[in-house]
């Protein structure tokens, strides 16, 4: 059985797939086609081979030109079941249904059930047919609030504002100053087990992203010393209580903001997500193999709790600056430990992601001073190479596509 990995960027999860399946039971179809990912299976790219922009249609589309009989997705395809139901027509789905997706990323279903359970969430109000913004709350829109499409992913278009805008398809979302992090987790549609806690990094100049835009993760221990040191207690029983309500199976994570030992609750990625290939770097956790095992019902004898004296893993996607072409670098930079390498020659656009950097440390500030210095490092040489400015050529318009979480 020939297995498909697809999403917008499918290089760590075909790096992980790779420690259990054989390279000839696997392809992969995403956007970008990255320098490393061509030398590791069979691989597509809506990119350069299909000449499209990122959208979940165009890789349906273009899927239908390839011979698989399974699929594995990744981000972003979660928000659109009704895609994936044709992908079930002609193949195993390998994670969550469709009918698990329309439920846990409909804010009409997945807020009023954090409701009745008592899990910790910012007041989140939207506009349907059924209620209007904020109708239930005026104090809170007194309040500094965030928008947000529904269709979330990345970080993208999520704008902070204090007068509510009530535009059909968006969320208007209790803004809670905190610590942004994840939780992963694997789910047999029964139970569930804990497999890491990230800091999610946002916005952060150092890596040339702004706004609310995701730009990596630091795996380790997130609360500090004053906070909450049950926190994997609750986070185990909020992730086997969404995983009851919702049938949540395979690899899984959770967004939330971490404010006085307490975890608000933003949202599920029903999918194998950026931050596994940590796990798999620091705990050595075959997360792909974790991933069909438990779809099989079986979660592995893992404990987390043992793992979080060990350091801190972490890892930042750096964002172009500048318009730039592409040196020849790929080698260097793989050999580097860089990885999702772009081609020689290729243009990047400024606010486009060029590549993703890894480092460890023994505390979360020397592994955050380590992802920095190789940003800085990697700015000097596309600065002494290829960086287009005013008296350099310019790049062509670009053609807009859908935009794109990593």
């Known amino acids: 059985m020939r297995i498909l990995l697809t999403g917008v960027s499918t290089r760590a999860m075909v790096e992980s797939a790779l420690k259990s ?17 061509q030398g590791l299976c069979e691989n597509y790219s809506l990119k ?52 698990t997706l329309s439920r846990i990323r409909n804010p009409g279903i997945f807020f009023p059930f954090l409701e009745r359970t008592g899990i910790p969430h910012p007041k989140t109000y939207f506009k349907d047919r ?29 704008t902070q504002i204090r007068a509510p805008e009530k535009k059909a398809r968006q969320l208007i979302q209790e803004y809670i100053p ?38 990596g993760n630091i795996l380790g221990k997130v609360w500090r010393e004053a906070e909450s040191s049950y926190l994997l207690g609750e986070l185990a029983e909020i992730t086997t209580l969404l995983t009851r309500e919702f049938k949540l199976r395979g690899a899984n994570g959770i967004d939330f903001i971490l404010k006085g030992g307490v975890p608000y609750l933003l949202e599920v990625n029903p999918r194998y997500t950026a931050a596994m290939e940590l796990v798999e770097k620091a705990y050595h956790l075959p997360v792909v193999e974790a991933h069909l095992n438990s779809l099989e019902g079986y979660l592995p004898a893992f404990n987390l709790t ?27 930079w793989f050999e580097k430990g860089i990885r999702d390498i772009p081609l020689e020659g290729e243009l990047i656009y400024k606010g486009e992601p060029i590549c993703t950097l890894f480092a ?45 979480p990593r």
Do not use: M
């Open 21 to 37: 399946l054989p390279a000839g039971k696997i392809l992969s179809l995403d956007y970008f086609g990255d320098y490393d990912l």
């Open 48 to 99: 350069r081979t299909f000449c499209r922009p990122f959208t979940a249609s165009n890789l349906f589309s273009a899927s239908q030109y390839l011979s698989f009989q399974a699929v594995i997705y990744t981000s972003n395809l979660e928000n659109y079941p009704s895609l994936l139901k044709k992908f079930q027509r002609k193949s195993i789905l390998l994670g969550n249904s469709p009918e």
């Open 130 to 158: 059924k209620r209007k913004i904020g109708q239930s709350d005026s104090g809170f829109l007194q309040s500094i609030f965030l928008q947000k499409p529904i269709r979330s992913g990345g970080g993208f278009r999520i």
């Open 178 to 215: 905190g610590l942004p992090c994840s939780a992963l987790f694997l789910a047999n549609g029964q139970d569930s087990v804990l497999i890491g806690l990230t800091e999610q990094l946002i916005g952060l100049e150092e890596f040339g992203s702004q706004g609310f835009r995701y730009c």
């Open 306 to 332: 043992t793992h979080l004296e060990k350091g801190y893993w972490g890892k930042a996607i750096l964002f172009a600056e500048k318009d730039l072409k592409v040196p020849s670098l790929q080698r260097d």
């Open 360 to 404: 460890y440390g023994p505390t979360r500030e020397s592994c955050y001073r380590k992802l920095v210095e190789k940003a800085e490092g990697l700015k000097a040489d596309l600065s002494s190479f290829c960086l287009i400015n005013d008296s350099q050529e310019k790049l062509p318009p670009k053609e807009l596509p859908e935009k794109y």
